[in-house]
């Protein structure tokens, strides 16, 4: 299976902070890779895909980059909303993997 | 706009067997795949199982390969996982997930761009 390593585990950050999470695969996937937010309760939310493709209705501020092995989340202006924890995975190939998660935190 | 709801968790004993069913509406269901992603109580997310378009494919992780089955009943727009030889590892938070991407061949992976809410399983004597 295709080991998916995110960093860090969690960050402290503050509302108008630029944010870079980073989700490195242990094996070349592509561009097979996908973010996802998630608050506490709630299910993951959907917001890139392609690796850098936002979702519809996904904020520009959200932005993807990365192919091979090493990828990028980036929040160019946390706002309030986007305290949660983010998740990367790849769609290359089965099993389907996630990484461990990134929580962003308020400073 | 697309909606899942999941549903049948509850608290069972190891051993024991239960039907997690995800009911599905807002888009056309038999056009696309559908799978199950679990999470532990305050751990991260685990891909269960998934089922093409048409029922001809379908896959498991290895924590649950011969104990779980997924299937659907595209009549009734709803996914479903059978869950057999439950063991306390199995606790979790199970989430239908859609596909992205319409009539995707069999063996293709995917990105999930709609969730259910969750059904929390709880597996203990």
């Known amino acids: 299976a295709i080991r998916m390593t995110q960093s860090p585990s969690s960050l402290s950050a503050s509302t108008g902070d630029r944010v870079t999470i980073t989700c490195r695969a242990s094996q070349a996937i592509g561009f097979y890779l996908a973010w996802y937010q998630q608050k506490p309760g709630k299910a993951p939310k959907f917001l890139i895909y392609a690796a850098s493709t936002l979702q519809s209705g996904v904020p520009s501020r959200f932005s993807g980059s990365g192919s091979g092995t090493d990828f990028t989340l980036t929040i160019s202006c946390l706002q309030s909303e986007d305290f949660a924890t983010y998740y990367c995975q790849q769609y290359y190939s089965y099993p389907l993997t996630f990484g461990g998660g990134t929580k962003v935190e308020l400073k | 706009e697309v909606q899942l709801v999941d549903s049948g968790g509850g608290l069972v004993q190891p051993g024991r067997s239960l039907r997690l069913s995800c009911a599905a509406s807002g888009f056309t269901f038999d056009e696309y795949a559908m799978h199950w992603v679990r999470q532990a109580p305050g751990k991260g997310l685990e891909w269960v199982s998934g089922i093409n378009w048409n029922s001809g494919s379908t896959s498991y992780a290895d924590s649950v390969k011969g104990r779980f089955v997924i299937s659907r009943d595209n009549a009734k727009n709803s996914l479903y996982l059978q869950m057999n030889s439950l063991r306390l590892e199995d606790t979790a938070f199970y989430y239908c997930?859609?596909?992205?991407?319409?009539?995707?061949?069999?063996?293709?992976?995917?990105?999930?761009?709609?969730w259910g809410q969750g059904t929390l399983v709880t597996v203990s004597s």
């Open positions: 997930a859609k596909d992205r991407v319409p009539m995707r061949p069999a063996a293709d992976a995917t990105a999930f761009d709609y």
